[in-house]
């Protein structure tokens, strides 16, 4: 409703209506002006011959050019890009028909050159007789939702092909074949010419596990990253995923020509946490510019590698990492000799003379040995340790009275290698009895008892832990042994266990029908020695007759 303004006494009615009228249009036409020029949208309306008869201010805000440079002329040269300029023509034909436009999404080109994502409502104009006599819209600027819309697609593009390669990977397969199913599905998104598994380790070393890359770019499983890039990339992806353009450096050397040279413009990187801690990560590089500024602006905020693949590379890596720290552990303590050879005296229990003595490993870091033997063997390093500890326990053993047996403790896997084995107990001065642990089952016993013999006729065998619960009559019948050790469970206060006597006494009868002798260990108070020699029992060993001692303290015969 418009108010009309009082006419005065000397005033012609209707010329002031019409001038009511009018000043009420112009306001009108001024307020909708200022709505079109206000809105976000880019309003414009055409004429016949697609002149430019209404440009709004949103329109000037869109693509730059201002109603002054554009009214009464055609749209501005290179707006609609040549590729839809045919589409565009069409459309326009079609809109001029009646035909309206609503939602179609196109790419339009702004007065500085930027490209930019445009969904078109349009529709024709008509004059009072309903001729057509121009068209008009708006567009609107969905160039964000575009983006987020490709970035979303990205993802679950990324998402799918994770879960394309966990679905084919077995959970039986190492660590190594989880991770290179990962790069090569990650490799078949387009644009994606770099795709690799990093394990970190040392605090600062990148071993690269399973990598899938174009030629040339020097990137492949088993190699290390320059340690200069591998600490940048920890201290980075503390902070979670991110992505940065390829900058190469001038401590990168031949390495960092060669990605130059491989084209690499762009890499992101999603971090793999197990239990709060960093063990490693998914890498992805690209040579495309436009997929690398995709990967710089947007990939660290969308995109988490680490999401899918966690479930399936976390544990592993977090267990490859630990076992590869563990090797590196052990194989330091063989290099620097941090561990030395203790030895406890062996008994004859009739007599108190001192006939043999067992060597044992003491490591410098006071960690209890079995620990460490069990850390090594995980690790796969068990034989180089046992080796190493028998030569020092061998070397050391020369300083021990003459005329007394060695008794050494090893697994049945060195004897897989007896070469080794014989080089190394080729030096000793004294036979040696070799006790075997039962920490692996022996396979094939002829083969083992053939190891045995090629070792030489001053090496012998004991049973370790028999009554324990690990020995068994079965494996003692099928090794043969010189000597079977009753274990210190079975020994602790027998002297007051009748139980623990009976089975003494039968293991007494066992070992004279199979020709071996008995050696009763840990043996810690006078009633238990002499209830062990009424049982008929021939030698002991235990804190009773000596605790184990480096062999400077000499330890001597117990009467």
Not at 393 to 409: F, S
Request: glycine share 10%; charged share 25%.
């Amino acid at each position: 409703m418009f108010a009309a303004p009082d006419p005065s006494e000397n005033d012609d009615p209707a010329e002031l209506d019409r001038a009511a009228v009018v000043s009420e249009l112009a306001r009108t036409t001024q307020l909708l002006q200022t709505i079109i020029d206000s809105s976000p949208f880019a309003t414009m309306a055409f004429d016949r011959e697609q002149r430019i008869v209404l440009w709004s201010g949103g329109a000037e805000r869109l693509f730059g050019w201002t109603p002054d440079e554009v009214l009464g002329k055609a749209i501005p040269a290179g707006m609609v890009p040549a590729g839809d300029r045919g589409s565009s023509q069409a459309r326009i034909r079609r809109t001029l028909k009646g035909a309206p436009v609503s939602g179609d999404l196109v790419i339009r080109r702004t007065k500085d050159g930027r490209e930019i994502a445009v969904e078109i409502h349009a529709g024709p104009l008509l004059d009072d007789a309903g001729r057509t006599i121009g068209y008009a819209g708006h567009m609107v600027d969905v160039t964000r939702l575009r983006e987020v819309e490709l970035d979303l697609a990205l993802v679950g593009r990324v998402a799918g092909t994770l879960a394309g390669a966990v679905a084919r990977v077995s959970s039986d397969d190492p660590i190594e074949t989880t991770a290179q199913a990962i790069c090569d599905e990650l490799r078949s998104l387009p644009s994606v010419d770099l795709a690799a598994v990093g394990a970190f380790h040392n605090g600062a070393d990148t071993d690269v596990l399973a990598a899938s890359a174009e030629p040339g770019i020097p990137i492949t499983a088993g190699a290390s990253l320059p340690v200069h890039r591998s600490r940048a990339l920890r201290e980075r992806a503390a902070s979670g995923p991110w992505a940065q353009e390829w900058d190469p450096l001038p401590e990168d050397g031949a390495w960092g020509r060669a990605m130059t040279a491989a084209g690499i413009r762009a890499f992101a990187f999603g971090p793999i946490v197990h239990g709060g801690h960093l063990d490693g990560g998914i890498v992805i590089g690209t040579r495309d510019p436009s997929f690398a500024r995709t990967l710089v602006d947007k990939w660290a905020t969308l995109v988490d590698f680490s999401t899918a693949p966690s479930a399936l590379l976390a544990e592993r890596l977090h267990a490859h990492r630990h076992q590869r720290e563990i090797r590196e552990s052990i194989a330091g303590i063989i290099a620097e000799r941090a561990f030395g050879p203790a030895f406890q005296p062996i008994v004859e229990l009739a007599s108190g003379d001192v006939m043999g003595h067992e060597a044992l490993t003491r490591f410098t870091s006071g960690r209890r040995p079995d620990l460490v033997f069990a850390d090594a063997q995980a690790a796969g390093i068990g034989i180089d340790l046992e080796l190493a500890t028998l030569e020092a326990a061998i070397a050391a053993a020369h300083g021990l009275p003459a005329g007394r047996w060695l008794d050494v403790n090893v697994s049945p896997q060195l004897l897989d290698d007896p070469a080794a084995l014989r080089a190394v107990l080729s030096v000793a001065d004294r036979p040696v009895v070799l006790e075997i642990t039962e920490h692996e089952v022996i396979g094939d016993y002829d083969a083992f008892r053939a190891a045995v013999r090629s070792l030489g006729h001053d090496i012998r065998l004991a049973v370790d832990d028999a009554g324990a619960g690990v020995a068994n009559f079965g494996h003692i019948i099928d090794l043969g042994p010189d000597f079977v050790k009753l274990d210190q469970s079975l020994i602790r206060r027998v002297n007051a266990h009748l139980g623990r006597q009976a089975l003494i006494v039968g293991m007494r009868y066992f070992s004279r029908a199979s020709g071996c002798r008995l050696v009763a260990e840990g043996i810690e108070t006078e009633e238990e020695r002499r209830t062990l020699l009424e049982l008929g029992i021939e030698f002991g060993q235990g804190h009773w007759y000596g605790e184990p001692e480096p062999v400077r303290v000499r330890p001597s015969a117990v009467n």
